[in-house]
């Protein structure tokens, strides 16, 4: 099998990169670390023309992102598959495929072979076009995201979502939202966030859409009602109990497309990426890109 390995020098466990090394030392493969200058779609065009199989993401969801938004830019027929190696300090999207996180047992599923076809999103807004293979997690989601250092995620674990909103529980932010969901319209709705997934977890293996699957065509839509105090100590403890979705102040839909804008803009995080336009519009791209799963994913 002919390897692209890209990976990243920051992500949370780079140091593991030699045994990664090792472990592919049978494989006719190429490394490329992530920096600044290097454009991702001149190699990635390159590896294909040269009969490159499977492009290796080895590091955290911000590498998967990279990599993901590279590939889509490749035609459909061209399209390498993709592989997972989870080496940086979340590795969300790696779990939703139950890709195991020490290196010798990710490169096993390498091995297995097992490739399932994979959906990502689209995203659009005024001068924007981008994908995303995760979560996009809009409005107060994003205040309390800049506050999950690593160190808060390593001292509360479970609770650091909690414990980040804590911080922003004083001053939530209150969005006017009107989005259009497969048809059904959502008018001049007060809320404080949104989060469109195609995976299961974010910002460190919190489940934040538990019924999501990358390859059903759909994506979970979970808008948050304005509320009080209250209200968000009700989400919260829903969230890390496993039911969130049953809260009254919880919208749940799955689509296909949804289009939305707010007052004020909402600005979104997707696999660590920044979004700040307005109005957008998310898509399912459905089987897009072929990805290497663990054992345990089911379809």
């Not at 924007?128 to 999950?148: D, F, K, P, Q």
């Not at 497969?182 to 404080?192: I, M, P, Q, T």
Request: with cysteine; hydrophobic share 40%; net charge negative.
């Amino acid at each position: 099998m002919k390897l692209l390995v890209i990976w990243n020098g920051g992500s949370g466990r780079s140091k593991q990169i030699d045994q990664l090394r090792m472990a592919l030392r049978d494989h006719n493969t190429t490394w490329l670390e992530l920096d600044r200058s290097v454009d991702l779609s001149v190699i990635i065009d390159g590896f294909i023309l040269d009969g490159g199989q499977t492009v290796i993401a080895a590091g955290g969801d911000g590498t998967v992102h990279a990599v993901v938004n590279h590939l889509m830019k490749v035609a459909p027929s061209a399209r390498p598959s993709m592989a997972i190696v989870p080496l940086g300090t979340a590795n969300d999207f790696a779990g939703t495929l139950n890709i195991p996180e020490p290196v010798d047992h990710a490169i096993e599923t390498l091995n297995s072979n097992r490739v399932e076809p994979i959906d990502v999103i689209r995203i659009r807004g005024e001068g924007l076009e981008s994908y995303y293979s995760n979560v996009a997690a809009g409005g107060n989601c994003v205040r309390v995201s800049e506050r999950l250092t690593d160190e808060v995620k390593q001292r509360w674990g479970a609770f650091c979502y909690l414990r980040g909103a804590v911080g922003v529980l004083a001053d939530m932010q209150s969005y006017r939202l009107t989005a259009n969901v497969d048809g059904e319209v959502f008018d001049r709705l007060d809320s404080w966030a949104v989060l469109i997934a195609n995976g299961r977890t974010n910002a460190g293996h919190i489940e934040v859409a538990p019924e999501a699957s990358p390859v059903d065509g759909m994506m979970d839509v979970v808008i948050i009602r304005d509320g009080d105090v209250m209200d968000m100590v009700e989400i919260v403890s829903g969230n890390l109990l496993g039911n969130f979705l049953d809260c009254d102040q919880v919208i749940f839909r799955k689509a296909k497309r949804i289009g939305l804008r707010s007052d004020p803009p909402m600005r979104f995080t997707l696999d660590g990426e920044l979004i700040d336009r307005e109005p957008i519009e998310f898509e399912v791209v459905p089987s897009a890109i072929r990805m290497f799963v663990g054992p345990d994913f089911k379809r």
